[in-house]
């Protein structure tokens, strides 16, 4: 995932357009539906549908505003011909109060979990007393910094992946609104994405969604929800185009809905649903969570959902991935 260039700091007097309680309403309608699918089609799923209604509610109810940034369309297309995510090299105003209240409620959520109680109260506790600072480690998940996240763990005696999923939830939920915003921009600059990784954030596929009648392959991206459109045959990790290398797995009767998509070239996997409206960026982590059962397979087979690139072409463009995440910085504002 990209970030922006600059400090993380708090500007007053900006305030965050409210979601209307409707448009709450609706999504909280949808997501029930949805996981109730999950839950009669896959009651071993208990567990996991519990944990992730959580997740979402908080992501519908208390997501920050969206991050400022001044990016003209012309500016826009030219940093994507350019193969570079929008808010790479940006300065991003990112709403830290919004953030640190959503960090706030994740550890209360997380809180609520057995298995995670202990140390998610340990990290609240640590916040309200002021030797933990959320916008310090959002800027480092930003700037890709694990030893400083693994550091910020092992300083607090808690488990570095409590941390590392709380902080990736958290960011996820800082660039949403962002993402959504900048979703007009990226199509006015009409300018072709022929890239595997998000061409807002810079962040990697969670998912792909075929949209519409004509089942258009949209990617959406794990880290902001963003979502840009990519060939039907080929794969967005290593990216082949051999046709011989690409097939998937399904179970018959769910193989119209949902499907896991195989590369052989790299052996890497992507999870797909037929969703003919974008699903809202708020539940992706619903149908996710549909289709774990089709992870676990490809897993089964040898295929993993973020393969080692195999050539020099793929090799490149995984190298220039992982500098574009690790070489930035955020600046952030307050609301």
Request: charged residues 25%.
């Amino acid at each position: 995932m990209t970030e922006t260039t600059g400090e993380m700091t708090d500007t007053a007097g900006q305030e965050r357009p409210a979601r209307t309680g409707r448009a709450s309403e609706r999504l909280h309608k949808e997501a029930d539906r949805r996981w109730k699918k999950v839950e009669q089609e896959h009651p071993e799923l208990a567990d996991t549908v519990a944990f992730g209604r959580g997740l979402v509610n908080l992501y519908i109810d208390e997501l920050p505003a969206a991050g400022r940034i001044a990016l003209t369309p012309e500016a826009a297309r030219a940093k994507l011909a350019a193969g570079q995510p929008l808010l790479e090299d940006e300065q991003l105003d990112l709403d830290l109060p919004g953030v640190r209240r959503f960090f706030s409620s994740l550890c209360s959520w997380a809180g609520d979990q057995p298995d995670l109680a202990r140390d998610a109260w340990a990290v609240k506790g640590a916040v309200r007393k002021g030797t933990l600072d959320v916008d310090d480690l959002i800027g480092a998940a930003l700037d890709g910094d694990q030893a400083r996240i693994d550091g910020v763990a092992a300083r607090l005696g808690v488990q570095p992946t409590l941390i590392q999923t709380l902080t990736g939830f958290a960011v996820s939920a800082a660039l949403m609104e962002t993402a959504r915003t900048l979703a007009p921009t990226l199509e006015e600059a009409g300018a072709a994405w022929e890239e595997g990784f998000c061409p807002i954030c810079g962040g990697p596929p969670l998912l792909a969604e075929l949209q519409g009648s004509e089942g258009q392959r949209v990617l959406r991206c794990a880290a902001c929800g963003g979502g840009w459109k990519f060939p039907r045959v080929q794969c967005p990790h290593c990216g082949t185009t051999d046709a011989a290398k690409l097939h998937y797995l399904a179970l018959d009767e769910e193989a119209e809905k949902y499907r896991v998509e195989l590369c052989d070239n790299c052996h890497g996997f992507i999870k797909s649903v037929t969703s003919f409206a974008p699903t809202p960026a708020e539940l992706l982590t619903i149908e996710d969570a549909a289709m774990l059962h089709l992870d676990a397979a490809a897993r089964e087979r040898g295929y993993t959902p973020a393969p080692e690139a195999e050539g020099d072409e793929a090799e490149g463009r995984a190298a220039e991935g992982e500098g574009r995440a690790d070489g930035a910085q955020a600046e952030g504002g307050g609301r």
